[in-house]
């Protein structure tokens, strides 16, 4: 079966850190870009980061540069986002999704350029 599961969320009070996880199964994640989005209640969904399938290039959204860091480890077929300083204003649901390599990173971020449906993501929940 094809998927990604995301993990790792958690609640954090501001200024705190929390790393997520994405593996991949029934595919070799390191022939894709991968990514990771959020909802957060009432809102749309937003491309926060996304990691290149050959270079690991990267993409952030303005909100998160700086603080946010995507890597990957395609001998464990992961894709994980560090997120360090944490705000009230990233508490979100965290899905990751994949896109052909293809696909630039800015089409796949900015504008949701992805296949696949998405898989039950993490919480992440900021507040003191």
């Known amino acids: 079966q094809v998927q990604l599961v995301e993990s790792g969320g958690g609640l954090v009070q501001p200024g705190g ?9 029934g595919f070799t994640l390191q022939y894709y870009n991968i990514g990771w989005f959020r ?3 009432g ?9 290149s399938d050959r270079d690991g290039s990267t993409y952030y959204a303005d909100s ?11 001998r464990k077929n992961t894709v994980y986002l560090q997120m360090n300083d944490l705000k009230p204003e ?4 965290y899905y990751c999704k994949r896109s052909s390599p ?3 990173l800015q089409a796949m971020c900015a504008r ?7 898989g039950q993501g993490t919480q992440v929940t900021v507040s003191s």
């Open 17 to 25: 850190s929390l790393r997520l996880s994405c593996e991949a199964s």
């Open 39 to 41: 909802q957060a209640p």
């Open 43 to 51: 809102k749309e969904e937003e491309g926060v980061s996304c990691i």
């Open 64 to 74: 998160v540069k700086g603080r946010f860091t995507i890597s990957r480890d395609n």
């Open 90 to 93: 990233d508490t979100a649901i």
């Open 102 to 104: 293809s696909t630039t």
């Open 112 to 118: 949701g350029d992805t296949f696949g449906s998405r």
